[in-house]
């Protein structure tokens, strides 16, 4: 069974940063593409970042240039770097396993002004 698990959400001041890290189980990480999205009340999920199975990256232009995507194969885990974190970043945090349909279960980002 294929389980995705994040971690590293919380609160953190406006300016500040966070890594978020998803850990992946019961599939073979390394050959799929991983992706970052968010959810804010009240609002659709959003794309943030993905990276394939040989480190080509892409960005949602919200992001570009203060989140960085990366993986660890022999880790079977994705990270998320935030820096410069806005009020506007507040949301729930969620990787995707892309060309499957799993997703982790979310991780809490709250910024404070």
């Known amino acids: 069974q294929v389980q995705l698990v994040e971690s590293g959400g919380g609160l953190v001041q406006s300016g500040g940063s966070l890594r978020l890290s998803c850990a992946v189980s019961?599939?073979?990480?390394?050959?799929?593409?991983m992706g970052w999205y968010r959810q804010a009340p009240g609002k659709e999920r959003e794309f943030l970042a993905d990276?394939?199975?040989?480190?080509?990256?892409n960005y949602a232009d919200s992001v570009k240039g203060r989140f960085t995507i990366s993986r660890d194969n022999a880790k079977s885990t994705v990270y998320l770097q935030m820096n410069s974190l806005k009020p506007e970043d507040t949301a729930v945090y969620y990787c995707?396993?892309?060309?499957?349909?799993?997703w982790g279960q979310g991780t809490q980002v709250t910024v404070s002004s």
């Open positions: 995707r396993l892309h060309g499957s349909p799993y």
């Open positions: 990276i394939t199975s040989v480190g080509s990256t």
């Open positions: 019961g599939s073979i990480f390394r050959l799929n593409a």
